[in-house]
């Protein structure tokens, strides 16, 4: 079945940076669109950014210029760099997947992760 695990969450300084990381099984990678969404505490889960099946990313206004997107297929990862970090960052980060709709809301998804904390320190 489909599975999609994240890792490299932790706690940083703001104006540090960390990588995400979404290992994904059971379906094959380079055929879904694929987000990371974050929620942070008492708020809604938003989109971050996405990639689609032809490469095409779209980040959230928020993190533009600071965050990047990208894929190994061969590991079926994908990452998130998160530079210039900010407190407002902080929250669950989670990775998601889906074949057929490539929309940057927490609807759209049929697949997600269990999420990895960050964790941005004024």
């Known amino acids: 079945q489909v599975q999609l695990v994240e890792s490299g969450g932790g706690s940083v300084e703001a104006g540090g940076s960390l990588r995400l990381s979404c290992v994904a099984s059971?379906?094959?990678?380079?055929?879904?669109?694929l987000f990371w969404f974050r929620q942070a505490p008492g708020q809604e889960r938003e989109g971050v950014a996405r990639i689609d099946t032809n490469g095409r990313t779209i980040y959230a206004d928020s993190v533009k210029g600071r965050f990047i997107l990208s894929l190994d297929n061969a590991k079926n990862t994908l990452f998130l760099q998160m530079n210039s970090l900010k407190p407002e960052d902080t929250a669950m980060y989670y990775c998601?997947?889906?074949?057929?709709?490539?929309?940057?809301?927490?609807?759209?998804?049929?697949?997600w992760g269990r999420g990895t904390q960050v964790t941005v320190s004024s």
């Open positions: 059971g379906f094959t990678f380079s055929s879904y669109c």
């Open positions: 998601a997947a889906d074949p057929w709709v490539c929309i940057l809301d927490p609807r759209a998804p049929a697949y």
